[in-house]
């Protein structure tokens, strides 16, 4: 395996902590595990940070990724009867989708997911208050 991940649930959020090279498959699988991990916790929100993966997507590989987190929130839905799940990605150049394809094709298929490029930002819109966090 090429990409190493870190779960840790905070009080309003799993954070999911990504390093490597990235690989679709990989990256798809570790959304997995985060779905199965807060589908036990209370939480609906998910801060993925991959600030330290390498790599440069492909249109195709977004397009992949987009519509599988899509496919998981589903699956999720189910599993918990119902509500939603945000799901904030924090990313540097060039894994950064400054398109936001990844996240069009997972919002068109009814997912809750956004880009970002700083945690702040990320954790702003998952609504996390960043005092009681700490």
């Known amino acids: 395996m090429s990409l190493k991940s870190k779960f840790e649930m905070k009080k309003e959020y799993l954070h999911l902590k990504v390093s490597g090279d990235f690989s679709i498959d990989e990256a798809c699988s570790l959304f997995v595990k985060g779905f199965e991990t807060i589908a036990s916790h209370k939480s609906s929100k998910i801060l993925a940070d991959l600030i330290n993966v390498n790599g440069r997507p492909s249109v195709t590989d977004y397009y992949i990724y987009g519509s599988?987190?899509?496919?998981?929130?589903?699956?999720?839905?189910?599993?918990?009867?119902?509500?939603?799940?945000?799901?904030?990605?924090?990313?540097?150049?060039?894994?950064?989708?400054?398109?936001?394809?990844?996240?069009?094709?997972?919002?068109?298929?009814?997912?809750?997911?956004?880009?970002?490029?700083?945690?702040?930002?990320?954790?702003?819109?998952?609504?996390?208050?960043q005092r009681r966090e700490s």
């Open 68 to 129: 599988s987190i899509a496919n998981e929130l589903i699956k999720f839905w189910n599993k918990k009867g119902g509500g939603a799940l945000q799901l904030a990605h924090v990313a540097a150049e060039p894994l950064f989708d400054s398109d936001r394809f990844a996240d069009l094709v997972a919002a068109n298929r009814g997912a809750n997911m956004k880009s970002f490029n700083n945690i702040d930002d990320a954790l702003e819109w998952l609504g996390v208050d």
